[in-house]
């Protein structure tokens, strides 16, 4: 099936726009905007309501497209608890591995609801909770050990795992205080791997459900890819809203931005070593760090699978890390200097993850209307974005 967004993109900007610098991070807003529609249905069909996970696209700049649509972000941290607060608006929600004190106050100062990983976290700051004067709704996340990510890295029901409550340590437990629970199970995945963990889900925690006023089903629902079954979403949104009386929420982040923006680069060497291999002015490590991480291969316009056609070519990073390399490609001729690529689906976890690292220049971030026919380049970087993280 076409993906109207990918679309969108292979229109908006040619790989030779000298309006772009590079290496250059360029968000579509029109096929953002697609996104947010699409996710402001589920919205509206179900009741559920929707924050966008700051983790994986924060670019605050399109903050009051966002808040047109969703209900507000959820935050990892202090940092991106403040940002919601300040630049998105809505709801503010954290939830995270651990809490400071510091962190805590902080927090409370922000958030509509916190998330607690541990009991022990909830004992130590319930009382603190409780004085704060501010209507925070306080939650446990929970651990339904029903693994679904794809890799172990993104499984945060793996044997072991540090994120979430198991079932057996409820036992026990008062849970005055507690008015929801919280999950976040999936990664990149369709709505049948939702099923299969509210299954779970309610088999191990059923009995608590009726007490809690809320659920957040977390991430990882890939609810804008084109194949993604909405309607089996909505069905089973509706009908757990409906059998255990609380509001759900979801929190994607992929999904908002997903096929939303490219990653411009050029060509500055090609050399040769066993195979040609070319030199681009970006960096796997330090620009798309999940290349390496997850690992995945990203698209790159106009090439195919290695063989597919007459020109096999490794493109590799900046850096000084060894495999820093992004993968092999197949082009119609051979790269040369000064040859642009675009890198698909770069919106997402590019810009909240890049590093300085060798004190390599972070990508410009522009933004491309189609619809009004415009990019703007809103932020670049140089020696003080580098300097000022050290000391």
């Known amino acids: 099936m076409p993906d109207p967004a990918r679309e969108s993109v292979a229109k908006a900007y040619p790989a030779d726009n000298p309006a772009v610098p590079t290496p250059c ?55 991106e608890a403040r940002l919601g607060r300040e630049e998105f608006g809505g709801e503010v929600h954290a939830c995270a591995a651990a809490f400071s004190e510091p962190e805590l106050d902080a927090l409370l100062e922000t958030c509509n609801h916190i998330t607690f990983n541990s009991f022990s976290q909830w004992h130590r ?92 089903f977390g991430g990882g629902h890939h609810i804008t890819r084109p194949d993604y079954d909405r309607d089996r979403l909505c069905m089973r949104l509706e009908a757990f809203q409906q059998k255990y009386g609380v509001q759900v929420y979801l929190e994607p982040g992929e999904a908002v931005a997903l096929q939303a923006g490219v990653l411009v680069t050029t060509v500055m060497d090609v050399l040769h070593n066993d195979m040609p291999i070319a030199i681009l002015d970006t960096s796997a490590a330090c620009h798309m760090p999940d290349v390496l991480e997850m690992p995945y291969r990203p698209d790159v316009r106009g090439a195919g699978m290695p063989g597919e056609k007459a020109h096999t070519i490794r493109l590799a990073g900046l850096s000084c890390l060894a495999g820093d390399v992004i993968g092999d490609y197949a082009f119609d001729h051979p790269l040369q200097v000064g040859d642009r690529l675009i890198l698909e689906d770069m919106a997402i976890y590019t810009m909240v993850k890049n590093t300085t690292f060798n004190g390599l220049r972070l990508p410009s971030i522009a933004l491309h209307d189609p619809e009004e026919g415009t990019t703007e380049v809103i932020r670049t970087f140089g020696y003080e974005d580098f300097r000022t993280r050290l000391s």
């Not at 700051?54 to 700049?61: Q, V």
Request: aromatic letters at 6%.
């Open 125 to 216: 700051f319930r009382d603190r909770v409780a004085a704060s004067g501010r209507p925070v709704a306080c939650g446990l996340r929970i651990n339904p050990r029903q693994s679904g990510a794809p890799v172990p890295l993104y499984d945060p029901c793996a044997p072991g795992s540090r994120l979430g409550i198991v079932r057996e340590a409820f036992e026990g437990e008062d849970l005055t205080g507690i008015s929801g629970l919280h999950f976040h199970a999936l990664c990149q995945q369709n709505a049948d791997a939702l099923e299969r963990t509210l299954d779970a889900v309610e088999a191990q925690f059923g009995d608590l459900l009726p007490a809690m006023q809320w659920m957040n």
């Open 25 to 79: 991070y360029i968000v579509d807003t029109a096929a953002l905007r697609r996104n947010l529609e699409i996710l402001a249905g589920i919205r509206a069909r179900t009741g559920c309501r929707i924050l966008l996970a700051l983790k994986a696209f924060a670019l605050y700049r399109l903050a009051p497209l966002v808040r047109d649509y969703l209900d507000g972000t959820c935050a990892t941290s202090v940092h």
